[in-house]
């Protein structure tokens, strides 16, 4: 075989080589940004049409977001905010249109606790959209719904689907951070008791926000006399 043959085979073999490298690379880079973007990767791909573009938008937002200052919440302050959104929650009966707002404006206070950054709306997305990916639609949809509630063309059941879509978002701020969960011990059979595996409980609940059938935006069961007065 001449030089230059074996020279043209050898610029054949390492293009193919670099190009299954190249394959398997971006297949690896689109797994890793479904998983961590859920799905603001589809709503990317289907404003740029195309996965190159949509991709490099979501690593931009990557990029962004690794220069921002985020901290986690202590458990009082996860306590405390909790309690406000009980009392938020109370209001919904009486005054439904101020609930969301207050929910609103409640989502977004925690927002700048935790080190995001609380401008436009915009902007509050594209920065949740790298951890939060996966309830950031609820954030959309409450948001599109208290927009249509400042000028009264909500109706009631409009008003407490807001209110679980804020609360979607709003548990998955205040989530305990996994070190936090490992590093806090198990009680023993000794320990006892119903009592952790009834506060367990009771936070799925909080995270679910509420039952269809009870038509309120509390999650916590006190029976049917929650309804909502419409």
Not at 13 to 37: D, E
Not at 211 to 218: A, D, M, Q, V
Request: no cysteine.
């Amino acid at each position: 075989m001449s030089t230059a043959v074996m020279v043209v085979v050898a610029v054949v073999v390492i293009a193919v080589l670099a190009a299954i490298g190249y394959f398997a690379w971006t297949q690896s880079r689109t797994r890793r940004l479904r998983r961590r973007f859920g799905p603001e990767y589809d709503r990317a791909m289907e404003r740029h049409g195309n996965r190159s573009a949509a991709e490099r938008e979501l690593m931009s937002r990557e990029q962004r977001h690794q220069e921002l200052e985020l901290r986690d919440l202590d458990p009082r302050q996860r306590e405390l905010y909790r309690e406000q959104w009980t009392h938020v929650q109370e209001q919904f009966v009486d005054a439904p249109e101020t609930a969301v707002e207050q929910a609103d404006r409640l989502v977004t206070v925690v927002m700048g606790e935790r080190g995001y950054p609380t401008g436009n709306f915009d902007e509050k997305v594209t920065h949740l959209s790298v951890e939060h990916g996966r309830t950031l639609d609820h954030y959309r949809r409450g948001h599109a719904i208290s927009t249509r509630a400042s000028a009264k063309e909500a109706s009631t059941e409009e008003l407490r689907q807001a209110m679980v879509h804020y609360r979607a978002l709003f548990e998955d701020l205040l989530a305990i951070p996994a070190a936090e969960r490992s590093a806090t011990p198990s009680p023993g059979p000794a320990a006892g008791s119903a009592g952790p595996a009834r506060s367990a409980d009771s936070d799925q609940e909080r995270a679910a926000g509420p039952r269809h059938e009870h038509t309120t935006p509390s999650g916590e069961r006190r029976g049917d006399e929650q309804t909502p007065r419409t």
